[in-house]
């Protein structure tokens, strides 16, 4: 009857994707959102292979910046190291800052030309019947073979056909959009705790400034925020602009909770954030989002949604598990001052971190590329025996490292 048709709920990369993929295909695509294209608060990075799973969809002449440099900051000391990014040449850009309103305008309008159709309501309700998958919106009830959930990190279809993200599952990501001001290079202060970043992320007309945290830290929204403002007249990276507040949840999951995601059943499945498809060092999503929109589509058209979970399973879950494992320790090297000095010194350090934020360095190889440095080798094996939790103190001070 109706097994060719699938109702997506959510229009962000994830979702739109999605239907693009589905739609060219022929199946029969809704996609309900009351609020997509939209502003979101996050760095909007977006990876050269992020960029080459779009390639066709979206416009040759794409706005974006293109970004130079990373500039990473020792908040103990204020000294500061550049990563040049990009590679010059044939090979694609390290990495493109769009504003998300014009990048999710572009995937929604990909879809919608290739045959998806967009209802403007809000999704209420979800449930698995006999026959197919009933949606409740706000004006409509719509009736399905299958249902995909890419209504983010508190997702609705999650919530009615899986779990709800705990607490201690999800980040907050906090700060300012800072308007009528940009640049050409992001600017990194890693923190050991909250274990995480602060950024600056140029767009084409502003700054993205914020900060991550866990959302079980103890640290709330608005003392999160409060530390981006004096951060950001500390640093006076955005004089003269416009401060727009934003708040907003990022799955950020441990180890345990990612080998143990259940992100599909009979006749639904979840994709890209709803999925708890994050980064948990960096954060980023968007990669996440567009490939599991493209596997869930094609497991959609193969009707075999368990394909989709397998292979998430096999080739998403074992990096993401690797980064949670790595996550505390991480932050509390490099918030420390042998993370600058490094930079500055090493060449090969230098290229990591650029093949880090470029989406080209896996986590499984991380450590042993890291310990080829002469730079690294003390600090990356004090790093894996590290057991306290407590933490990184500034260089100079006692440091308990077992």
């Not at 239907?19 to 695509?29: D, E, K, S």
């Not at 890693?190 to 084409?204: C, T």
Request: aromatic fraction near 8%; glycine fraction near 10%.
């Amino acid at each position: 009857m109706r097994d060719r048709d699938v109702v997506i709920v959510g229009a962000g990369p994830a979702g739109a994707w999605a239907a693009y993929t589905l739609a060219r295909a022929g199946a029969r695509v809704t996609v309900v959102d009351p609020s997509h294209p939209r502003e979101k608060p996050c760095g909007g990075g977006v990876t050269g292979r992020a960029m080459a799973l779009t390639a066709g969809a979206l416009p040759a002449a794409f706005p974006a910046c293109r970004i130079r440099q990373a500039r990473f900051v020792d908040s103990s000391t204020g000294r500061a190291a550049t990563v040049p990014l990009g590679r010059g040449g044939a090979e694609p850009e390290s990495l493109l800052v769009a504003d998300r309103t014009t990048f999710d305008a572009a995937l929604l309008d990909a879809a919608r030309q290739s045959g998806a159709t967009l209802i403007d309501q809000r999704a209420v309700d979800v449930a698995i019947e006999s026959d197919g998958v009933r949606i409740e919106t706000t004006g409509a009830t719509l009736r399905a073979g299958v249902v995909i959930g890419a209504d983010g990190a508190n997702s609705l279809v999650r919530r009615r056909l899986a779990r709800p993200f705990r607490r201690d599952e999800l980040s907050i990501a906090t700060g300012y959009f800072a308007h009528g001001v940009t640049s050409d290079e992001i600017v990194l202060e890693m923190l050991a705790y909250p274990a995480g970043y602060i950024w600056s992320f140029p767009r084409p007309t502003h700054l993205a400034i914020g900060i991550c945290a866990q959302a079980d830290a103890g640290t709330g929204a608005a003392a999160l925020r409060d530390r981006i403002a004096a951060w950001i007249r500390d640093t006076r990276i955005a004089e003269g602009a416009r401060l727009e507040p934003y708040s907003w949840p990022i799955p950020s999951l441990s180890a345990r909770s990612i080998e143990g995601l259940e992100i599909a059943g009979p006749r639904w499945c979840t994709i890209g954030d709803a999925a708890g498809l994050v980064d948990p060092i960096t954060r980023e999503g968007i990669y996440f989002a567009l490939l599991s929109g493209a596997w869930a589509a094609e497991a959609v058209l193969a009707d075999h949604l368990d394909r989709y979970a397998a292979r998430v399973r096999s080739e998403i879950v074992p990096e993401l598990a690797r980064a949670a494992r790595l996550k505390d320790r991480f932050f509390r090297l490099a918030s420390s001052g042998v993370f600058i000095s490094a930079l500055r010194r090493s060449g090969a350090v230098n290229a990591v971190m650029a093949d880090l934020i470029a989406g080209r360095q896996s986590y499984a190889g991380l450590k042993w590329r890291l310990a080829r440095t002469l730079e690294w080798r003390w600090a990356w094996r004090a790093m894996l025996s590290a057991r306290s939790s407590r933490p990184w103190r500034a260089p100079g001070r006692r440091v308990s490292i077992p």
